[in-house]
């Protein structure tokens, strides 16, 4: 299996064409990162690592967006451990957390939630309610069922997809000037959930959308005044040549070398709604992440194009991405200094082994 450590070996065996084209949108650089191991200390690396002068000299490669500015570092020790999958359901402080949180406002929705002005979605498996600490003016929720977030199965999360489309609908035709929609899942509290009752949150903005909509659709008129090609189409392009995408049913999915944080996942889609293709492909996404990487909370943010129909997006795809934000029983936070600072993501998990996984999901 390939490896991101061995990412600048991939590159030099890519045909010419395909080298240019990944050079226009990364510079990767290795690097060493060298010490000294004292020898009282040297029992517990090696238990710990296995390889003392692995440790002693270990890989570095840093991915650099050009177009962007993503920028990831990738450490060997951090790309080559195994990955243990540990099920929420074994983890009796989850367990614990999840029994203690029933019978919370989420659990009864009609009567603990207030409705938007233009009244409330419903759907089979959900509801939808107005976010009383709103951050715009139009900011609901679709509400599961279902207490357990991660107790999810396909039929059910069409279902709140499909709930939360109409919710879009609706708002708009409430307030034509709202036309910028956005949709989030913050998965448990690693992901900054407030309630931990399963829920989507919606936003819709006016006048313009949100900044990394509006910096995606800059970069994607400027990729195509310089190359005429779509940007989205040759960023997806740059990840497969390197083994790390897959075009299944109109979508384009891929495991990025300069994800946000561990195990994101892009997908990218062309056609303006939920629909059967995009919701399975979610779907399968985060049932490998929980189930074969032991994945408990994530974050899942969706751009969709304006409902306004402005020419200035015209051919904006869907683009929904998915990140782990690491175990539920750890103290300190998965984002620092270098995160918030430097534009810098720090990456523990090797993307290749993430996307070996997905895929074998399609």
């Known amino acids: 299996m390939l490896s991101i450590i061995e990412l600048p070996r991939t590159i030099s065996k890519l045909k010419y064409e395909e080298a240019e084209l990944f050079k226009r949108f990364f510079d990767v650089k290795r690097t060493t990162g060298r010490l000294v191991i004292p020898d009282e200390m040297k029992p517990w690396v090696k238990k710990t690592f296995g390889n003392i002068h692995r440790v002693e000299n270990k890989e570095i490669i840093k991915v650099f967006n050009k177009l962007t500015f993503e920028t990831a570092v990738f450490n060997e020790l951090r790309a080559k451990r195994p990955i243990e999958a540990k099920s929420y359901e074994s983890d009796n402080d989850v367990k614990e957390a999840l029994n203690k949180s029933v019978g919370g406002p989420f659990c009864t ?115 195509y005044k310089k190359y005429a090609q779509d940007y989205f189409s040759d960023l997806y392009y740059a990840h497969e040549i390197i083994g790390l995408g897959m075009r299944r049913k109109g979508l384009r999915i891929f495991t990025s070398i300069v994800p946000r944080k561990d195990k994101e996942v ?48 015209k051919g904006f795809p869907i683009i929904a991405r998915i990140v782990d934000r690491g175990n539920l029983s750890n103290k300190t936070t998965d984002i620092g200094g270098m995160e918030l600072y430097a534009r810098t993501n720090i990456i523990g998990t090797d993307p290749y082994k993430v996307f070996e996984k997905i895929k074998s999901y399609f």
């Not at 032991?294 to 409902?307: A, D, K, Q, R, T």
Request: aromatic share 16%; net charge positive; proline share 4%.
């Open 266 to 313: 892009t997908l990218i889609y062309d056609k303006f709604k939920f629909d059967n293709s995009f919701v399975k492909a979610v779907y399968k996404v985060t049932r490998s992440l929980v189930k074969d990487f032991g994945v408990m909370s994530f974050n899942l943010g969706i751009i969709l194009p304006p409902l306004n129909k402005d020419e200035e997006w």
């Open 109 to 223: 929705p009609l009567r603990m939630t207030p409705s938007d002005t233009f009244g409330r979605i419903k759907g089979k498996y959900c509801v939808s309610a107005s976010n009383v600490a709103k951050y715009d003016g139009l900011h609901g929720l679709i509400i599961f069922n279902k207490h357990n977030p991660l107790d999810f199965n396909e039929k059910e999360l069409r279902d709140y997809f499909k709930s939360a489309m109409n919710w879009f609908k609706k708002a708009y035709k409430n307030n034509k000037k709202a036309a910028y929609p956005f949709l989030l899942w913050n998965c448990l509290w690693r992901s900054a959930a407030s309630i931990i009752h399963g829920h989507f949150q919606l936003v819709i903005g006016e006048g313009a959308h949100y900044a990394e909509a509006e910096y995606y659709n800059k970069i994607r008129k400027e990729y």
